[in-house]
């Protein structure tokens, strides 16, 4: 907790020094803090950072992978798997499509994982 809110403050403070800046939004903070609990290795702690990012609207790749592998690491497979499965849905990014099918991959989730690539393969031959 104490990290978290001297990393967050130092985030304000390094944002205020610049008067050009402006104050990240109740998402970017989350997503922001997510990141933090990540790097000192709280996956668990910072699933709810990544979940309120996301919920906040703030939903490009790097918040929906980091909200997705921390859900399979906390167990939470049929919440991570309704979001990739959101993802294939509503995205054309070759990139976003091969981490998605890497993921569900990885969790053994063989047929799932076929749709993404196929997906991919079909938006950028050779991908």
Same mark, same amino acid.
């Given at each position: 907790m104490c990290r978290r809110l001297g990393a967050l403050l130092l985030l304000v403070i390094s944002l205020l020094a610049d008067?050009?800046?402006?104050?990240?939004s109740p998402a970017?903070?989350?997503?922001?803090?997510?990141?933090? #609990?990540?790097?000192?290795?709280?996956p668990q702690e910072a699933c709810p950072h990544f979940e309120d990012a996301y919920r906040l609207g703030l939903q490009h790749?790097?918040?929906?992978?980091? +909200?997705?592998?921390?859900q399979f690491a906390?167990?939470?497979?049929?919440?991570a798997? !309704?979001?990739l499965d959101g993802v294939v849905q509503?995205?054309?990014?070759p990139n976003l499509l091969l981490e998605t099918g890497k993921l +569900? #991959? !990885?969790r053994v989730l063989y047929q799932q994982a076929r749709v993404p690539v196929?997906?991919?393969?079909r938006a950028q031959p050779g991908s």
């Open positions: 008067p050009e800046t402006r104050l990240p970017e903070a989350s997503y922001a803090s997510g990141l933090s #609990f990540i790097a000192n290795g709280k790749m790097g918040v929906v992978l980091q +909200l997705v592998r921390c906390l167990g939470q497979e049929d919440a798997v !309704d979001i509503k995205t054309s990014s +569900l #991959f !990885d196929e997906k991919a393969w």
